[in-house]
């Protein structure tokens, strides 16, 4: 299995700013993946984040919004741009781990937007 | 295109009642993996189990359940004698055989134990 890490667990973020989640993982994956959940919604994917390349976004989700860097097999940043309301959401980061047969989840940072 | 429905939106019941929650997906791929995550109000998300599509059995876990019926593209999770700390939001999800290939998730089903 595969323990993952996520800072902040919890933040309350001024309208305009920008914030940065980190993500640790015990051991080193190939393929992190960064979810959100907005409330009351089920998880969707943003971007899947290979280490030495560039993140690859899914569509409705822009890179100058959700910056990712992936410095290395074990760490990985999200970072959610000039907030507005509507980005209040769990942020959840995920890795493969098994083959890419188990998939785990970080506990999940909660940012609110005011 | 990958799809997995979870028709029932909330469900209630009463403690030490059995409940059944429904998982349906689409997929064209001959392989694939299933999971269910449980998703406390904490708001983390907890594996519960993965099954890969060659593998039909139905598996037991404690009060946990599983039925994989490919002829009907179903996994559906049943709780026996549920209990107020099962109280929860439930996932079903999809991800293909490559190494890395991310979720595709269920709506979720938020289940309600009353005591």
């Known amino acids: 299995s595969a323990v993952i890490s996520q800072k902040p667990s919890r933040d309350i973020c001024q309208r305009g700013t920008s914030l940065t989640i980190q993500c640790q993982v015990d051991s080193q994956v190939t393929m992190m993946f960064w979810y959100r959940q907005q409330p009351g919604q089920s998880l969707t994917l943003i971007a899947t984040?290979?280490?030495?390349?560039?993140?690859?976004?899914e569509s409705g989700f822009v890179i100058d919004k959700f910056p990712i860097s992936r410095p290395n097999l074990t760490f990985s940043t999200l970072t959610v741009s000039n907030m507005s309301p509507e980005d209040s959401s769990i942020y959840l980061c995920?890795?493969?781990?098994?083959?890419?047969?188990?998939?785990?989840f970080g506990e999940g940072s909660w940012l609110t937007v005011v | 295109a990958q799809k997995v429905t979870q028709a029932q939106t909330e469900i209630s019941v009463v403690e030490k009642e059995d409940v059944t929650l429904d998982c349906v997906y689409e997929t064209r791929d001959t392989t694939y993996y299933l999971f269910w995550y449980k998703q406390p109000p904490s708001g983390e998300l907890v594996f519960l189990i993965r099954r890969n599509s060659f593998d039909e059995q139905n598996e037991i876990s404690g009060r946990y359940s599983w039925n994989f019926q490919k002829s009907t593209s179903s996994f559906n999770f049943t709780i026996t004698a549920s209990q107020v700390v099962d109280s929860a939001v439930y996932f079903c999800?999809?991800?293909?055989?490559?190494?890395?290939?991310?979720?595709?998730f269920g709506k979720g089903t938020t289940l309600s134990v009353s005591s």
């Open positions: 984040a290979n280490q030495g390349s560039e993140a690859t976004y």
């Open positions: 999800a999809l991800t293909m055989n490559q190494a890395g290939t991310a979720l595709i």
């Open positions: 995920s890795v493969a781990s098994g083959g890419g047969n188990t998939i785990y």
